[in-house]
Antibody, heavy 124, light 110 residues
């Protein structure tokens, strides 16, 4: 089955760190750009970061200001998001999402496969 | 990067057509063909409905269509059905090599 499964969410104190993981299956993970998208409770979608298939292109939302780091392990079919210096406003469901099929370049900038998300709560 | 502008809510009766707008700038919506639309039910992950401004993924009803005029993209749903009641988000690639979403539109089927 083609799917993405996120894990690693939970409750963390302000200033703390968390590492999210996304396990891909059912498709050739190494051929796709991947993204993280988040959604605060009751709010809209917010793009967080993207990483191209061969890690040539990595982009982040300006608002993150260097606190988050995206990475991937194509041998393990896994995507990661290292989140440091967490703030209350980082509280959200974090989705892993697959970019559209692309032969070259940073991606197609649309998301044709989503995971169910993992909830990150930043609170003291 | 500011969010794209969508109406907070739209409504329509079954069988009618509705259009949701998504306003941006020449640095995003108007400058690239990377405009997409997503449908989201409460508590669920979003689903891709339109990509590259006008393209519909396999399996998405042809009642859904996308278009663009200048810096404003639109999603039109024809023959409105009760199951279309959901939140809809537009997104666009930007000149900063980032992606920006719209604030979302809640569609109510009366």
């Amino acid at each position: 089955e083609v799917q993405l499964v996120e894990s690693g969410g939970g409750l963390v104190k302000p200033g703390g760190s968390l590492r999210l993981s996304c396990a891909a299956s059912g498709f050739t993970f190494s051929s796709y750009t991947m993204h993280w998208v988040r959604q605060a409770p009751g709010k809209g979608l917010e793009w967080v970061s993207s990483i191209s298939s061969s890690v040539t292109y990595i982009f982040y939302a300006d608002s993150l200001k260097g606190r988050f780091t995206i990475s991937r392990d194509n041998a393990k079919n896994s995507l990661y998001l290292q989140m440091n210096s967490l703030r209350a406003e980082d509280t959200a469901v974090y989705y892993c999402a697959r970019d559209g099929p692309a032969i070259v370049g940073p991606g197609r900038w649309y998301f044709d496969l989503w995971g169910r998300g993992t909830l990150v709560t930043v609170s003291s | 990067q500011s969010a794209l502008t969508q109406p907070a809510s739209v409504s329509g009766s079954p069988g009618q057509s509705i259009t949701i707008s998504c306003s941006g700038t020449s640095s995003d919506v108007g400058g690239y063909n990377y405009v997409s639309w997503y449908q989201q039910y409460p508590g669920k992950a979003p689903k891709l409905m339109i990509y590259d401004v006008t393209n519909r993924p396999s399996g998405v009803s042809n009642r859904f269509s996308g278009s663009r005029s200048g810096n404003t993209a639109s999603l039109t749903i024809s023959g409105l059905q009760a199951e279309d009641e959901a939140d809809y988000y537009c997104s666009s690639y930007t000149s900063s090599s980032t992606l920006v979403f719209g604030g979302g539109t809640k569609l109510t089927v009366l």
